[in-house]
């Protein structure tokens, strides 16, 4: 059996440790994931995903466990004036009240009883360790923060242990079989004679990936509608990502649970769009908003930021149908549906007569080339377009309607700032998953396995 470095690598290091998390077996966590999820098809390997979740402290949890709980600290101030006490002060008050530690008289800090050993500065320290109670205190005062994700346990199948001993058995027999030791004729050898040369076959003749195959389509069918294709970086700053697309700086999908963030920091736009933008988000959500968090640097989510850059381009309202074919990045576990990279297509139409019918007729036509004749249209909701839909489409071989993206005119509060447009027709729609349907595929990973018997027969016609 033809294995990779990385998979005989694995085998040898659950050999030697037994059933582990990927994270503990000294390899990089996300090779040895993926090699661990080839070795389960090969029947190897066992893999098991199993929720896990930690929490992690916030910088006021940090402060606090450096120089002292604000409650605690607050008993060295007895017979201060409660008028007198600053902010941190303030919320020590109401905490040492609520542990009984001091009461106020005459608008004085009066003391009662020393803390001891304060069990929630515990807490604080070594999560892992707390009670429930503490726990549930410090997530409520936003010490801390609770973080969930998947845990991936390997283990050896008996195949994989027998393949796992032949693989150690040949390396102890013999040397490396060098290019050297091939083309002097020394691997004939009886010491290399373990090795046999396989009978070849001509080199296939090379295709497109099916992927590229699509991209290629995808793009001939938007330039025959008329549109214009959209560039860019696919590392891109939290402003273009979120900001200028009215997402609040507070909504879940900035978490890192669900975006992959980079070091550093990405400049901002002039500063009159960032005025704009920053007005925009006060008004409509209700916030302070942050300069720092919108230089946030990202690998970009969705296209959407590219539609955002193109409209900050536009000069008056021009009348101008775009359309971007790109890969996004989230942070999310990989299984049969989902990637933490695919490709996007997303398109936009900026035209003060466009309508939701016009969209509607573009999706369709779209769609009809490439064979799903039926398509419909449910109500839905998005952060930036107001409507919003869902699209799916008829699969008629599986005789159901399989949920393909999501289309809307984007939100007067995204587009007016930035470009003085309204209204602005857009979708997002995904590549993978069309072309899942088209090929009769259940599984998405299978675009991303290189497995050359698949690459060959199949792909795009």
Same mark, same amino acid.
């Given at each position: 059996?033809?294995?990779?470095?990385?998979?005989?690598?694995?085998?040898?290091?659950?050999?030697?440790?037994?059933?582990?998390?990927?994270?503990?077996?000294?390899?990089?966590?996300?090779?040895?994931?993926?090699?661990?999820?080839?070795?389960?098809?090969?029947?190897?390997?066992?893999?098991?995903?199993?929720?896990?979740?930690?929490?992690?402290?916030?910088?006021?949890?940090?402060?606090?466990?450096?120089?002292?709980?604000?409650?605690?600290?607050?008993?060295?101030?007895?017979?201060?004036?409660?008028?007198?006490?600053?902010?941190?002060?303030?919320?020590?008050?109401?905490?040492?009240?609520?542990?009984?530690?001091?009461?106020?008289?005459?608008?004085?800090?009066?003391?009662?009883?020393?803390?001891?050993?304060?069990?929630?500065?515990?807490?604080?320290?070594?999560?892992?360790?707390?009670?429930?109670?503490?726990?549930?205190?410090?997530?409520?005062?936003?010490?801390?923060?609770?973080?969930?994700?998947?845990?991936?346990?390997?283990?050896?199948?008996?195949?994989? !242990?027998?393949?796992?001993?032949?693989?150690?058995?040949?390396?102890?027999?013999?040397?490396?079989?060098?290019?050297?030791?091939?083309?002097?004729?020394?691997?004939?050898?009886?010491?290399? /004679?373990?090795?046999?040369?396989?009978?070849?076959?001509?080199?296939?003749?090379?295709?497109?990936?099916?992927?590229? !195959?699509?991209?290629?389509?995808?793009? /001939?069918?938007?330039?025959d509608l008329g549109f214009e294709e959209m560039e860019g970086n696919m590392v891109e700053s939290a402003f273009w990502n979120f900001d200028a697309l009215f997402q609040p700086q507070d909504h879940p999908a900035r978490e890192m649970a669900d975006t992959f963030y980079l070091e550093g920091e990405e400049e901002l736009?002039?500063?009159?769009?960032?005025?704009?933008?920053?007005?925009?988000?006060? !008004?409509?959500?209700?916030?302070?908003?942050?300069?720092?968090?919108?230089?946030?640097?990202?690998?970009?989510?969705?296209?959407?930021?590219?539609?955002?850059?193109?409209?900050?381009?536009?000069?008056?309202?021009?009348?101008?149908?775009?359309?971007?074919?790109? /890969?996004?990045?989230?942070?999310?576990?990989?299984?049969?549906?989902?990637?933490?990279?695919?490709?996007?297509?997303?398109?936009?139409?900026?035209?003060?007569?466009?309508?939701?019918?016009?969209?509607?007729?573009?999706?369709?036509?779209?769609?009809?080339?490439?064979?799903?004749?039926?398509?419909?249209?449910?109500?839905?909701?998005?952060?930036?377009?107001?409507?919003?839909?869902?699209?799916?489409?008829?699969?008629?071989?599986?005789?159901?309607?399989?949920?393909?993206?999501?289309?809307?005119?984007?939100?007067?509060?995204?587009?007016?700032?930035?470009?003085?447009?309204?209204?602005?027709?857009?979708?997002?729609?995904?590549?993978?998953?069309?072309?899942?349907?088209?090929?009769?595929?259940?599984?998405? /990973?299978?675009?991303?396995?290189?497995?050359?018997?698949?690459?060959?027969?199949?792909?795009?016609?």
């Amino acid at each position: 059996m033809i294995l990779h470095r990385t998979e005989k690598e694995l085998l040898k290091a659950l050999e030697r440790i037994g059933k582990s998390g990927v994270e503990g077996l000294g390899l990089n966590p996300d090779s040895a994931r993926r090699a661990a999820f080839w070795l389960q098809e090969k029947g190897l390997a066992k893999v098991e995903e199993r929720e896990s979740s930690g929490f992690s402290r916030t910088p006021e949890c940090e402060k606090y466990i450096k120089d002292g709980f604000p409650e605690v600290n607050l008993l060295w101030k007895d017979g201060s004036m409660v008028s007198e006490l600053d902010g941190e002060g303030k919320i020590g008050l109401q905490w040492a009240k609520r542990n009984g530690w001091i009461e106020v008289v005459d608008g004085k800090v009066k003391k009662l009883k020393e803390p001891g050993d304060y069990s929630l500065a515990k807490a604080a320290a070594s999560p892992e360790k707390a009670a429930k109670a503490d726990l549930e205190i410090l997530l409520k005062r936003k010490l801390l923060k609770e973080e969930r994700g998947k845990e991936t346990i390997v283990s050896l199948t008996e195949a994989g !242990k027998k393949e796992a001993k032949g693989i150690g058995e040949i390396k102890e027999e013999i040397g490396e079989l060098t290019s050297q030791i091939i083309t002097s004729g020394a691997w004939k050898n009886a010491e290399f /004679r373990p090795y046999a040369i396989a009978p070849t076959k001509d080199a296939p003749i090379g295709k497109a990936h099916p992927i590229t !195959k699509m991209t290629q389509k995808v793009r /001939r069918v938007f330039e025959d509608l008329g549109f214009e294709e959209m560039e860019g970086n696919m590392v891109e700053s939290a402003f273009w990502n979120f900001d200028a697309l009215f997402q609040p700086q507070d909504h879940p999908a900035r978490e890192m649970a669900d975006t992959f963030y980079l070091e550093g920091e990405e400049e901002l736009p002039e500063k009159e769009i960032v005025e704009k933008v920053k007005k925009a988000h006060e !008004k409509g959500w209700k916030y302070k908003w942050s300069e720092g968090e919108a230089k946030r640097r990202v690998l970009r989510t969705h296209t959407t930021a590219l539609s955002a850059r193109y409209l900050n381009k536009l000069k008056g309202n021009e009348g101008k149908k775009y359309f971007a074919i790109g /890969r996004v990045f989230r942070n999310e576990a990989t299984d049969f549906k989902h990637l933490a990279e695919f490709h996007q297509v997303e398109g936009i139409v900026a035209w003060d007569k466009a309508t939701l019918r016009d969209l509607f007729g573009l999706i369709k036509e779209f769609y009809s080339r490439f064979g799903f004749e039926k398509v419909r249209f449910r109500p839905s909701y998005f952060p930036y377009t107001e409507p919003s839909v869902e699209v799916e489409v008829f699969y008629e071989e599986r005789k159901e309607w399989m949920e393909i993206g999501g289309a809307g005119i984007l939100r007067p509060e995204m587009t007016k700032p930035i470009c003085e447009v309204y209204p602005v027709l857009a979708w997002g729609l995904s590549l993978e998953r069309p072309l899942m349907l088209m090929e009769g595929l259940k599984d998405i /990973r299978t675009f991303y396995r290189n497995d050359l018997d698949w690459l060959r027969g199949e792909g795009v016609k």
